[in-house]
């Protein structure tokens, strides 16, 4: 069933960071009285886009449903190699057309800070393709911003809260002003 805001967790690593960021920015739109889905791709088995048949896979449909009915997106996702990992590229090729004109905002977790544009190639994609309204902020964190805990710093928390804030704002905006 789509929800007002979608939360596309990206990574498929168990103990990950960017699913701790997607589950803050849950609770923060949940605290501004939003609607919510947080999506963890591990829960789909979404194939290899290979530009014919895996477009019409389960998860690819249902997926790509809770985009199309979404008012706005956020999409965490881990850096590896200085870009957001292959499974949230590969998830907006599956995907595609859905993100028409839908706003997006990122979340990002890396192993260090010299990879801070890493949502910048994704985001082009998504503003040049299918018109998506991009956040023109984002969250970018690093492992110095977790505790062994997993808790996240008062500083990311802040800006998870202004990302989540902007978000509902653009969508608010879009929705009024078609």
Request: hydrophobic letters at 45%; proline letters at 5%.
């Amino acid at each position: 069933m789509p929800s007002e805001f979608l939360i596309l967790s990206c990574s498929l690593n168990p103990a990950s960071r960017s699913h701790r960021l997607a589950l803050e920015s849950q609770s923060a739109l949940e605290h501004l009285d939003r609607e919510v889905r947080l999506v963890d791709l591990r829960d789909f088995n979404l194939p290899f886009c290979d530009g014919e048949e895996a477009y019409g896979a389960d998860g690819v449909r249902q997926i790509s449903e809770l985009i199309r009915g979404s008012a706005g997106i956020l999409v965490a996702a881990p850096v590896y190699n200085y870009d957001l990992n292959a499974a949230a590229k590969n998830l907006v090729e599956l995907t595609g057309k859905v993100w028409r004109e839908k706003p997006v905002g990122f979340l990002c977790s890396a192993g260090g800070r010299s990879s801070y544009m890493a949502p910048i190639g994704l985001a082009n994609s998504l503003m040049f393709d299918f018109r998506s309204w991009v956040v023109p902020r984002f969250v970018y964190a690093t492992g110095a911003d977790f505790a062994a805990d997993g808790s996240i710093t008062p500083q990311v928390l802040e800006r998870i809260g202004e990302l989540t804030a902007a978000l509902v704002k653009l969508s608010d905006a879009l929705r009024t002003n078609p």
